[in-house]
C-alpha cells in the first residue's frame, strides 16, 4: 500500500503480557517515529529511527519498552509486562526527511492497544 | 523545545472562514511551525508549514508574524468534514539529533450545520 501500515489495529491484552506492534512504513523513508496517544490527548513522542539505528528512544518511559527496526524499514514495538496504564493507541509515522525542518510526518491509523 | 498553547475548542458554522491562533513565545531561530489535523480513530494528517510571513496550499493558510511568537491556521469555507482536532507544532531538534514534534492537547474545532 502506499501508506504507513501499522498492525495488529487493535490488541488486547491482559497485564503481565508482552506484545508486540508492528509499523510497515512508506518504502523510500528513511525515518521513522512511534507516538503514543492516551484519550484526549495529543500524541506523545516514543522513539525515532533514522535507518536501522535508533537516534533518539528519550521518550521510551521505561526499560519495559523496546523497539527496532533490523532492516531499516518495518519497526516493532515491544512491550514487556503490560501494564493498564499502557492502554493507548500506538502511532507510527515515517518520513523522508533526515534532518532539516523534519518536513511531513505520515502516520498510520494507529494500533489500540488495551490492557486488561 | 518549545512550548505551544492553542484553545481547546472552537466551533464555528458551515461555510465561515475559522481561524485557530496558536502561541509559541519560546520559539527558536532554526524551528518551523507546523499544523496537522486529526479525526476519530486516525493517525493526524499534516496540512501546512511554514517559518515566517505567509503560506499557502490547497487545504489551508498559514500566517506568521515577523517575531514568530504565534501562528495562525486559517481554513476558508469550513465544511461539516473539517471537524475535527488540529494541533500547533513547533519542531526542534533534541540532543540525540531526531527533529522532535511536540505534540499539545490541540484545538478541537466542531463545524455545525
Known amino acids: 500500500g502506499a501508506g504507513v501500515s501499522q498492525t495488529p489495529s487493535n490488541k488486547v491484552t491482559e497485564k503481565g503480557k508482552y506484545v508486540e506492534l508492528r509499523c510497515d512504513p512508506i518504502?523510500?523513508?528513511?525515518?521513522l517515529y512511534w507516538y503514543r496517544q492516551s484519550l484526549g490527548q495529543g500524541p506523545e513522542f516514543l522513539i525515532y529511527f533514522q535507518g536501522t539505528g535508533a537516534a533518539d528512544d528519550s521518550g521510551l518511559p521505561n526499560d519495559r519498552f523496546f523497539a527496532v527496526r533490523p532492516e531499516g524499514s518495518v519497526s516493532t514495538l515491544k512491550i514487556q509486562r503490560t501494564e493498564r496504564g499502557d492502554s493507548a493507541v500506538y502511532l507510527c509515522a515515517s518520513s523522508f526527511q533526515r534532518g532539516g525542518h523534519g518536513g511531513e510526518l505520515f502516520f498510520g491509523e494507529g494500533s489500540r492497544l488495551t490492557v486488561l | 523545545l518549545a512550548k505551544t498553547t492553542q484553545p481547546i475548542s472552537m466551533d464555528s458554522y458551515e461555510g465561515q472562514e475559522v481561524n485557530i491562533t496558536c502561541s509559541h513565545n519560546?520559539?527558536?531561530?532554526?524551528?518551523?511551525i507546523t499544523w496537522y489535523q486529526q479525526f476519530p480513530s486516525q493517525g493526524p494528517r499534516f496540512i501546512i508549514q511554514?517559518?515566517?510571513t505567509k503560506v499557502t496550499n490547497e487545504v489551508a493558510s498559514l500566517f506568521i508574524p515577523a517575531d514568530r511568537k504565534s501562528s495562525t491556521l486559517s481554513l476558508p469555507r469550513v465544511s461539516l468534514s473539517d471537524t475535527a482536532v488540529y494541533y500547533c507544532l513547533v519542531g526542534a531538534y533534541s540532543g540525540a539529533g531526531s527533529y522532535q514534534l511536540t505534540f499539545g492537547k490541540g484545538t478541537k474545532l466542531s463545524v455545525i450545520p
Open positions: 518504502s523510500g523513508h528513511t525515518a
Open positions: 519560546n520559539i527558536a531561530t532554526n524551528d518551523y
Open positions: 511554514g517559518y515566517k
